[in-house]
């Protein structure tokens, strides 16, 4: 475990200039208000977004990123193919951890890690969630007793397109009946994935601070061991005379 990880927080931050709703819940833009918990815990954290030059993650943001903590949703596709890229490999050979929020299950690094068509059902009516802790030992389940029940959220439902979780921590329940495993834990290569389901735009979810706390787990538990060295890797000559 790596107690304090440098962060970055990625964010399109396109609807809080876009939709005055979003903007008055937001109005520094989601990836402030999902640093700032992690700030006042003590890590170090920067932001990037979209629009900034590479999206704000040029080859030495992510050089000095333990964990990218990544929320996307409109504009998916204007994501440079070389950044997801970039981005991926940072993961599997480098052992940074991802945690993708939301709707960053469509979003290219994430589905690139996954490899699956990561679809899911949807309904935006601002029913009751309960996030039920299914894996209490869990370090991202820490300080989080039995479950998490948010007033309004977005459904997401079942099925959901992506590989097994190697660990499975929170299945989420819907007023409208759906359930949808909402927090999963996969290892790709050297590094860890976590995608947490709530923070529907309109609604306050990073405000809460359940929701704070288990983001704050999550991006521990997805650091890199403080001593990760990259592995010995292609032909060896043997380490003792083979005749
Ligand atoms: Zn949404």
Avoid at 92 to 119: E, I
Avoid at 170 to 175: D, L
Avoid at 179 to 199: D, E, I, K, N
């Amino acid at each position: 475990m790596n107690n304090t990880p440098r962060v970055t927080v990625w964010n399109e931050f396109r609807h809080e200039r876009n939709n005055e709703a979003v903007a008055a819940i937001y109005p520094r833009g989601m990836h402030e208000t999902i640093a700032a918990p992690l700030r006042a815990a003590g890590l170090e954290v920067a932001t990037a977004t979209l629009d900034e030059p590479e999206h704000g993650l040029t080859e030495a943001r992510l050089e000095a990123t333990d964990v990218l903590v990544w929320w996307g949703h409109r504009a998916h596709a204007e994501v440079s193919d070389a950044v997801a890229e970039r981005v991926r490999r940072r993961v599997v050979d480098g052992g940074m951890g991802l945690l993708a929020l939301h709707s960053s299950h469509f979003s290219k690094p994430f589905m690139g890690l996954m490899g699956t068509g990561c679809f899911l059902k949807y309904r935006v009516a601002g029913e009751t969630e309960r996030l039920w802790v299914v894996d209490p030992a869990h370090p991202v389940a820490a300080g989080i007793s039995d479950a998490i029940e948010l007033e309004r959220e977005e459904m997401y439902g079942e099925p959901f397109d992506v590989p097994p979780p190697d660990e499975l921590v929170f299945i989420s329940w819907f007023k409208g009946g759906e359930v949808f495993r909402s927090g999963c834990a996969w290892r790709r290569g050297l590094g860890r994935v976590f995608y947490f389901r709530p923070g529907h735009e309109t609604f306050p979810t990073y405000h809460d601070p359940r929701i704070q706390r288990v983001i704050l787990n999550a991006v521990r538990w997805a650091a890199p061991p403080a001593d990760l060295r990259p592995p010995v890797r292609g032909r060896r000559e043997p380490l003792e005379p083979l005749g």
